[in-house]
């Protein structure tokens, strides 16, 4: 397995129910980014995680929680979501370096979100 | 309006033909990206530029910074380079994320 994958890749879900968005990059990166892209509107950054460490959140709501347990693998958990937040998720990660230039991502397939 | 804007918004052309997409940007950048989406979702980065020209088969980006501007040339087209073509910059100084998409250019090539 190769580049950035992403699982599922179709998800229907109803308001009420849980579920997790998984991502595994195999770049050997140290970066990881979650991203939404709904219906004619341009990509909208969610999550950055460096090292692990989130650093930033752009005023999501919470319920979308990420986690990232090591630097290969982000998790996007859903809870209560609501139809308009039925869009295509992207992963992408990157290697950063510090003081070097800002780096290339590399995305994944994305899941396409349904929420009833 | 948007810091990111690309155009036209959709584009049909005849396979052989000479295909440009354009974007322009209202920003301060350090690096400008072109990324090409297929039907099903999955992105592919084609060029990260800040400044210049870079070639890599039959694409051909280009980037005007004083202008604020940046063209994606495709030379003899084909059905298979079908896709949403998407513009992104990274505003100078912006946090490690913070990349700004415009919202993409459809295009469809007919054999």
């Known amino acids: 397995e190769t580049g950035v994958t992403q699982t599922p890749r179709h998800l229907v879900m109803g308001m009420t129910n849980k579920k997790s968005l998984k991502c595994e990059q195999h770049?050997?990166?140290?970066?990881m980014y979650w991203y939404k892209q709904s219906a004619k509107k341009p990509l909208e950054l969610m999550f950055v995680?460096?090292?692990?460490?989130?650093?930033e959140n752009n005023s999501v709501p919470s319920r979308f929680s990420p986690e990232c347990p090591n630097s290969s693998h982000l998790f996007l958990h859903l809870h209560t979501l609501q139809p308009e937040d039925s869009a295509l998720y992207l992963c992408?990660?990157?290697?950063?370096?510090?003081?070097?230039?800002?780096?290339?991502?590399?995305f994944g397939p994305g899941t396409r979100l349904t929420v009833l | 309006k948007n810091e990111v804007e690309q155009s036209p918004q959709n584009l049909t052309a005849q396979e052989g033909e000479f295909i440009t997409i354009n974007c322009s940007y209202s920003?301060?950048?350090?690096?400008l990206h072109w990324l090409q989406q297929h039907p099903g979702g999955g992105i592919v980065s084609l060029f990260m530029?800040?400044?210049g020209k870079k070639k890599h088969g039959r694409l051909i980006a280009t980037i005007n910074i004083q202008e604020k501007h940046s063209s994606l040339h495709i030379t003899a087209s084909h059905p298979r380079d079908s896709a949403v073509y998407i513009c992104?910059?990274?505003?100078?100084?912006?946090?490690?994320?913070?990349?700004?998409f415009g919202k993409g250019t459809k295009l469809s090539v007919k054999p």
């Open positions: 920003v301060g950048i350090s690096a």
């Open positions: 992408a990660s990157s290697q950063d370096e510090a003081g070097g230039p800002y780096p290339e991502q590399f």
């Open positions: 530029l800040s400044s």
């Open positions: 995680y460096n090292f692990k460490e989130q650093t």
């Open positions: 770049l050997g990166h140290n970066a």
């Open positions: 992104a910059v990274r505003n100078y100084g912006g946090s490690q994320g913070n990349l700004i």
